[in-house]
């Protein structure tokens, strides 16, 4: 029997609390997003979350535990190989990855794939390696403009991003030489999961801007997910922010893209007042984009007081038959060397306004947890190979 009739699950991307058992063997020692944020903000106001028992998981600086939080809360640890975006959001909805995907962080793609790249589109490869994507226009895109040459870069993310100014380089051609950098990046030596198209306008350093018509070269999930059985069991399935690329689009039914955390959580907020049977999916990137890899605690910790506060929107329109569950997909370590993702364990809060019950939950073998229990909650059984133990019937 259906126990909720919609479910929202919100991914704060890349919050971490506390190293995985094998942590080191990723190279990271001592990581601890969400400790070592907590660490750096002389206050750290999150209200919401410390009432769902956030604060309880671990002890947290500037934050005390909620004496009587009003939901579940646990521990998750991942038990693919790998700590990227794609490995943990599938790993969520089922998927055990063996093989991590590439990055190019530290040295740039190697000469091989650029020769072929530059071969098979009749460009020049200038830039080759990690930066921001609006630092690297400042840096390059003058160049482009008057040489015809192809800026691709890639960021402590498992992708390669080619740009290509709008009016110069010309979108369709830019999109052309994506789908072959994709082909390419399927070698396993080299494969990347996104290839991304990055088109921009302006003339000169100091005008250019991204546009809206960046396009996403996803790989597909390499198995069935509990999205692809929820859609083909006629259920509702709402992504919000880079899920339905994440995803490459499989198993979704509707897709809302969001301009940032703040306007992830105002969409999702707005999903919340329509009706609809099935999952709300919804990722917050700014956390790991704007926060994490670009080590600033202090700017993660202000967004997630932001999430804190449309959290306070978004509960109590929560109805007696949702259920809503926050997670991580991996952590990021803004205090952390380098720029890479850090190998942790991710929180999982979980809250329905008709629960009598709450307190600590028992630490998860999976993210794959919080799939099986969507499927259970929908009356789905998982497929075989699919990972993750449900805790549908501990939420009570």
Known sequence: MQRFKRIFTIVIDSLGVGAMPDSERFG???????????????????????????????????VAPAKAPMGYYGKLKEASNGKDTMTGHWEMMGIYTTTPFQTFTD?????????????????????????????????????????????????????????????????KELYRCCEIARELTLREEWR???????????????????????????????????????????????????IRDIFDGEGITKSHKSKS???????????????????????????????????NPVGYGEELERFDEKLGILLPLLKEDDLLLITADHGNDPTYTGTDHTREKVPLLAYSPSMKGSGPLSEGESFGAIGATILQNFGLSKKDGMIGESILERLV
């Open 28 to 62: 990271d020692v001592g990581v601890d997003t969400l400790g070592h944020i907590a660490e750096n903000m002389k206050e750290f106001r999150i209200p919401n979350l410390t009432q769902l028992g956030l604060a309880n998981l671990k002890p947290l600086a500037n």
């Open 107 to 171: 040295t740039g793609f190697p000469p091989e794939l650029i020769d072929e790249l530059e071969k098979r589109t009749g460009h020049t490869v200038i830039g080759n390696k990690s930066a921001s994507g609006t630092e690297i226009l400042e840096e390059l895109a003058e160049e482009e403009i008057a040489t015809g040459h192809m800026i691709v870069y890639t960021s402590a993310d498992s992708v390669l991003q080619i740009c290509g100014n709008e009016e110069t380089f010309d979108l």
């Open 192 to 242: 990347v999961g996104r290839v991304i198209a990055r088109p921009y306008v302006g003339k000169k350093r100091g005008e250019f801007v991204r546009t809206s018509n960046r396009h996403d070269y996803a790989l597909k999930p390499s198995g069935t997910t509990a999205l692809d059985l929820l859609k083909e069991n006629g259920y509702d399935v709402i992504s919000v922010g880079k």
């Open 261 to 295: 955390s703040v306007h992830g959580m105002e969409q999702t907020i707005e999903v919340c007042r329509q009706d609809f049977t099935g999952l709300c999916f919804v990722n917050l990137v700014d956390f790991d984009a704007l926060w994490g890899h670009r080590r």
